[in-house]
DNA sequence: TATTGTTATACTCTATAACTATA
DNA sequence: TATAGTTATAGAGTATAACAATA
């Protein structure tokens, strides 16, 4: 953060009138969209404290939950392509949080799992992942929050999927 | 989508097992992640028959509903930067669907309008649209519907940001 | 000096093709 | 022949810096 103020062409600046969105406004995508981008921007910024970013918290969750589980697992279970999950855990393991192993019985196979600094910075980011939920629901309540999540799971619930894909 | 189907090694495989997400299902953050990503890939679907990005959309959305309003305000209100803005209306221009116009008293700036054709084929987006968001609406109902808007809504009113940012 | 629109460019995420070593 | 992991690469989306024309 220590960066010169320069010209900064790119400051958006405030609209002077408001703007009718239309259909968009009651659109659910649209809705969701807006949400997700408010909460990941505060969300990103509390783990970039750590270097963290959020993929990489996940991936870091599901390993302390499930350890030992091979990587096209855990990337299956992040919505992660095997492809890009590599060079992800690359980092992960370079940095000394994460672990590939051996497992026995498939030599193709490897086996993840955290290291003690992965489980000692683990418990910090859910520490600071639980103030930022802590955040919002301070704007919703926590019957607020119970129902958003039971919302947002039966819209996405896969056995409703709809008819094309 | 003639594509011969090749090797294509990257489908994505059913899990095995169960896998924990841990406290990553209580976060809201990625409640919306996973929905917002749901009801977009369908709605990216139905607008990729006209070959029109979410985006596109609902920049010929805010025009339509605010003729003459300048490329800022626009790219603004859809939360776009106005560099990355252009390329977008160069395209929306170059196929004949929006136009740009001088504004008078002001040689700097232009004002975006909706051509017929880009008239005529929102209106068929339009339609789309409406079956997508009904699609998504019979899993949880009207009420359901107006209740995640309000949630939303709420979540992301500016009026209670959080502190740091 | 500041603003509108623009170009060039970089970085992250996501996606496809194709390889290796094992099964 | 299929699967686990990997490499290389291409495409979106989003970001900053810097410029010309105009205010």
Redesign the pocket.
């Known amino acids: 953060m220590t ?1 010169q103020p ?5 400051a958006i ?1 405030a609209p002077d009138a408001v703007v009718d969105l239309g259909p968009l406004s009651g659109l659910t995508v649209y809705a969701l969209r807006n949400a997700q ?1 408010a909460l990941n921007k505060d969300f990103q910024h509390i783990m970039a404290q750590h270097d963290i ?3 990489q918290f996940s991936v870091l969750e599901v390993i302390k939950r499930n350890p030992g589980l ?4 855990v ?1 299956f279970s992040v ?9 992800l ?2 980092e992960l393991e370079r940095r000394g949080l994460a672990a ?1 192993r051996p ?1 026995a ?7 993840l799992f955290l290291t003690q600094p992965g489980q000692d910075l683990l418990a910090q980011l859910e520490q600071l992942a639980t103030e930022h939920e802590a955040r919002f629901v301070a704007r919703i309540g926590a019957d607020g929050r119970a129902q958003l999540l039971s919302l947002l799971h039966r819209l996405t619930d896969p056995a409703f999927d709809p008819p094309h894909g």
């Open positions: 960066k320069a010209i900064d062409d790119n600046p981008i970013r959020p993929a091979r990587q096209t697992q990337s919505g992660m392509k095997t492809t890009n999950f590599v060079p855990l690359d590939r497992i019985g498939d030599r193709r196979a490897r086996g």
